[in-house]
């Protein structure tokens, strides 16, 4: 859970620091240059608000280099990496990962409001593709599953697509499985990056949020403006698919 956004956990947050007890914030989503509760502090106390944890526990580097920015400058305030522990514990077993004879996907990881962000550009990409489509809510997401149902019947791919629940199937499994992870701006793209899996960004908020990330090898972005997004996309898409990426086993975090 973040540090912020929770009366009472301010009140526990103020009260630990007052009485010299630890306190964390683990992080547990996108920690990007425009999240402006980890980034872009510009006045803080020399000993740090309050209200605000002591460390911050960071999936990656630039998660990290995010805080440091401002929390260097602060006494008894630091970040460290400490990685995605779930991540690593699926990386690390065997048995968790993927089948190869499991059927290959792709997986576009939706926001709060999906149908918002199906453009016809992206209907008619995932009409064309000769693979399924799992299309993952947010864990947030209120919109009626009927709705979305409709949605895609409406417009033709729900022949082509899996909707999918956030805690339908893990995480890693659904990923393990995909041959390109697809978002507007989702966090699942660090944790995509972590596996070796693909993602490509198609909104330019997402281009923003993770400009750090854009790599052209674990993240690419394209522009659903350019008369071309269709063929650069399967051209993409072509690409990604040939490529494998091994990763070696990561240590898991233990907080103890």
């Not at 854009?214 to 522009?223: E, P, Q």
């Amino acid at each position: 859970m973040g540090y912020y956004g929770y009366d009472d956990l301010y009140a526990a947050l103020i009260t630990a620091n007052l009485l010299k007890i630890n306190t964390i914030d683990f992080q547990h989503g996108p920690q990007t240059n425009v999240h402006m509760a980890f980034s872009n502090w510009s006045k803080v106390p020399n000993n740090g608000f309050n209200t605000m944890p002591k460390e911050f526990w960071n999936w990656d580097a630039i998660s990290k280099a995010n805080i440091d920015a401002w929390a260097n400058k602060i006494e008894g305030v630091c970040a460290k990496v400490v990685g995605q522990p779930y991540i690593s514990y699926w990386m690390n077993y065997q048995e968790n990962r993927a089948n190869s004879n499991d059927e290959k996907t792709i997986v576009y990881s939706m926001q709060t409001s999906p149908l918002e962000l199906f453009t016809p550009k992206l209907i008619n990409i995932i009409k064309k593709s000769n693979v399924k489509w799992v299309l993952r809510l947010h864990p947030r997401d209120d919109t009626r599953i009927e709705t979305i149902y409709k949605f895609l019947i409406n417009h033709g791919i729900s022949k082509n697509t899996v909707l999918q629940s956030a805690v339908e199937k893990p995480l890693p499994l659904v990923l393990s499985n995909s041959l390109l992870h697809v978002t507007n701006y989702s966090g699942c793209t660090i944790e995509a990056k972590m596996m070796g899996i693909a993602t490509l960004l198609i909104h330019k908020v997402g281009l923003e949020m993770f400009s750090a990330y854009v790599d052209n090898k674990y993240v690419y972005f394209l522009d659903q403006n350019n008369d071309d997004f269709e063929l650069s996309f399967f051209d993409l898409f072509e690409r990604t698919k040939r490529e494998t990426n091994n990763l070696e086993n990561t240590e898991i975090f233990y907080p103890i």
